[in-house]
């Protein structure tokens, strides 16, 4: 896991609700990302931002929002327009362009 | 993702047998090309990396391979013990600073 936390560890979430999930770092990396993993499943990208105050959407980006205000915080936000938002939620930095270390995940269940 | 094939999808051996896990990609391009471990309920690590100037890369009992030409690499673990269980992952970077993730293979070792 390294220098890398997520916040809630489980988080339940009404239909219909926006929900933030915490990620924080205290590697100086420069770049951060977030992945959704569903059961036996790879993992697929869904925003990355490369500097502060900019950010990038992946290949599943339709009903999640980010923001990178700090180099340290890469909050993302679940909102009530994505549609099957049950889910591993993974985040994730790196130095380069190449290695990037994980956090341990928060897993979200819409009730 | 759809330009990464992984296999096998699950592979179980005996104690002590070698492991092979095979990763072919699409991009002639890519340049980077790790393997990541998951244990259940938690995130990612990486385990071994390869960049395209070198064939292959050992750490201990894990290896990985590269055959450009082919356009695949692949993860070889050999006296594998039962901690040697877990979920393994290819992610090689396909475009721009991002990795793509193939859908895993779940490693089983028995005692």
């Known amino acids: 896991d390294g220098g890398i936390t997520q916040s809630p560890k489980y988080l339940f979430r009404k239909e219909g609700q926006n929900v933030t999930l915490s990620c924080e770092q205290n590697l100086n990396h420069d770049a951060m990302y977030w992945y959704r993993q569903d059961p036996g499943q790879g993992l697929r990208l869904i925003y990355y931002s490369q500097i502060v105050n900019d950010f990038q959407k992946g290949d599943i980006a339709e009903g999640y929002s980010v923001s990178r205000e700090k180099k340290e915080s890469f909050p993302l936000t679940v909102t009530s327009a994505q549609k099957n938002p049950t889910a591993f939620y993974l985040c994730?930095?790196?130095?380069?362009?190449?290695?990037?270390?994980f956090g341990p995940g928060t897993r979200l269940t819409v009730l | 993702g759809e330009n990464v094939e992984q296999h096998p999808s699950t592979l179980s051996v005996q104690e002590g047998d070698s492991a092979v896990i095979k990763c072919t990609y699409s991009?002639?391009?890519?340049?980077?090309f790790p393997w990541y471990k998951q244990e259940l309920g938690k995130g990612p690590q990486l385990i071994i990396d390869?960049?395209?100037?070198?064939g292959e890369k050992k750490d201990q009992r894990i290896a990985v391979t590269l055959n450009k030409t082919a356009k695949h690499f692949s993860l070889h673990i050999t006296e594998t013990q039962p901690e040697d269980s877990a979920v393994y992952f290819c992610a090689p970077r396909l475009k721009y600073s991002t990795l793509t993730f193939g859908k895993g293979t779940m490693l089983l070792v028995s005692p």
């Open positions: 390869i960049r395209s100037n070198v």
């Open positions: 991009d002639s391009a890519s340049n980077y």
């Open positions: 994730a930095s790196s130095e380069g362009f190449d290695t990037q270390y």
